[in-house]
């Protein structure tokens, strides 16, 4: 269904345009991604295409190098912990939005949302001049506070989707038949909309494991991100150990991502 | 008022007051939420503005000058009881290592005024008995002036407007009016018109790229669709910094682009695209696109396809068939997907100050230079008012025009 029967020569040129360009704005979206995956598995220290010669050095490197690790360390504790905060309040507070009698719910969902509007850069500095009062800067707690209110936009957006395909009555049903309000929300509800919360969840989790910004104001050397490490690198020399962690990131979105994928078929089945 | 009028009335306070209960269960659920947005988010944004807004160094450090300042007329050099007070003050501060603290924050409005203020308080530390009025003066001239002396004064107040005035190009007269920042101290609103155009300009390039690709989508069939969608997603999924590092990398001067371009001879020598416009632009636009298109395909996706062999069978031209019927529907999806790019777009950061050069560094890299080398909290924060005003305008507008309940992931 490419071309309708009735197109006129120019319309047939104009549509195998628009198709071109579409597929060349592809490329452009999908190709850059791809690139440093070559280049981390170069021997040489180059940003050039071909590769001479294949080596794993600078995933030696990576994986040697203590500041590295412990980058990733420190990452995936605050991914972790900001993950298991936003899901929890997240869905609350989705569960709530969604009821039919919510108060001035166009309020407050403008609230819920506005921390992925908010310029970046004004979250990280008011965090930083904000939690600097209470000794939270360069702490981890600092870090977790911070990138739990960017994620919940997430959750709020995953989990109200769901939620608006989910059948009420099923809680109804099972509180009519004398289950608990809590009863109720962990065996009828919650599995329900299990794929929206871990959808939210992944998100949750993406948004903190990438975040540079915030990071680089709330953190010291000792609880550096691994973003943060690869930002001070790039900004100092750049070097092919950081397309070796450029290619694990981009490894981790794409797990990250076919997880959700698999999620939402699920749910549109 | 008849008795039906007040009987409806009642019926509806009666509903009304049921409902209440369900009302506030289903707010309690969004209530732990809100209370931690209110703690985490919303109060140290608050917390910037009022360091945006804050004044107190002056009232700190000269307490009992400010109040000899009381009486002064404002226009003549003040009388021997201020200087008293200035001597007692600058002592004290002297003692408490403050002095450095009001001559950094007078320096912003008078330069100079730092190391005056530290030499005066250097002298005041020594000086036993006055009168103390020709001391000062001896010392420095400027210590007559009316001019300094007003705006001590006006820095007695809790807040001041200089900051926010600061990051627009204004500027107080020592005697209150309003007047444009002279020459090269007047460049944020340069910086902020080049977040604007920037802004517009990645834009522009995402909607004239994504629209389209999103009608590709619709009009593909499914399996070819599902691998373009794939194709869109994956890049929004990819962390930020990955693919700012894909374009650092692909910028080079020795890097994959330029050999591209010359291999295919459109270039004889290297041309410089890392720290350019261009290339913040072009890696903006590559970030920025998938927002772009998202919206857009979900309003397509519900036009029916029908409606075009409709105008087609009714006699219209290919042309006007798709811009009088089919392009204004899908205007929705170009108005949300524009209006979120362009706020998007409005806060960047890692791009501009990985890819970008010196001119091209926008509104929030100036916040963190502010912040973190020039030690000027004051002033970032001044300018975080204005990034944040114009942030909170468009989304406003985006609230309006689409609303929040609208913004779908994928």
Known sequence: MWLPSYATPSERLMRTLVVALAVAVLLFLIAPLFIIVPLSFSKDPFFTLPVQEYSLRWYEDFFGNPRWMTAIANSAIAAVLTTILATTLGTLAALGISRADFPARRLVMALLISPMIVPIVIVAVGSYLFFGQFGLTNTRTGLVLAHTALATPFVVITVTATLSTYDTNLTRAALSLGASPSSTF???????????????????????????????????????????????????????????????LLALSIMLFATLSLLTRRRVR | MSAVDIDRINVFMAVRKAERPARRAAFSLALPLIAFLVVAFVAPILYLLVTAFGNPETREVLPRTLVALENWDGTS??????????????????????????????????????????????????????????????LHQDWASPDVWSVI????????????LTALDLQQAPDGSLERTAGDQAIFLDVLGRTLFV?????????????????????????????????????LWTSLLVRTTAWVVLLQSDGIINDLLMALHLTSEKIQLIFTRIGTVTAMTHIQLPFTIL???????SIPTTQLRAARSLGAGPSSAFWRVYAPQTLPGVVAGCLMTFILSLGYYITPALVGGPRDQMVSNFISVYINRDLNWG?????????LGVTLAIYLLFLRLVGADKIKLG
């Open chain 1, 186 to 248: 962990f065996r009828v509800t919650l599995p329900n909309i299990m794929p929206g919360v871990v959808s939210g969840a992944i998100f949750a989790f993406a948004t903190s494991f990438d975040e540079v910004v915030v990071a680089l104001f709330m953190t010291a050397a000792e609880q550096r991100t691994l973003p943060v490490q690869m930002f001070s690198g790039i900004r100092d020399q750049i070097n092919p150990t950081i397309m070796a962690a450029a290619t694990l």
């Open chain 2, 77 to 138: 050099t003040p009388e021997e009881p201020v200087y008293a007070a200035l001597a007692a003050d600058l002592k004290i501060a002297k003692d408490n290592s403050t002095a450095a603290l009001l001559g950094k924050r007078l320096n912003y409005e008078i330069s100079g005024m730092r190391s005056r203020v530290l030499s005066a308080a250097r002298m005041a530390d020594k000086l036993e008995t006055g009168p103390y009025k020709e001391k000062f003066i001896g």
């Open chain 2, 153 to 164: 004064k006006r820095n007695g107040a809790s807040f001041t407007p200089y900051y926010l």
């Open chain 2, 199 to 235: 802004a517009g300009l990645v834009t522009l390039f995402t909607l004239l790229l994504g629209y389209p690709v999103a009608y590709v989508l619709t009009i593909a069939p499914k399996a070819v669709a599902g691998i373009m969608m794939l194709m869109v997603l994956l890049p």
């Open chain 2, 295 to 301: 919206p857009i395909y979900s309003v397509m996706r």
């Open chain 2, 379 to 387: 002033l970032a924060a001044g300018l975080g008012v204005v990034l």
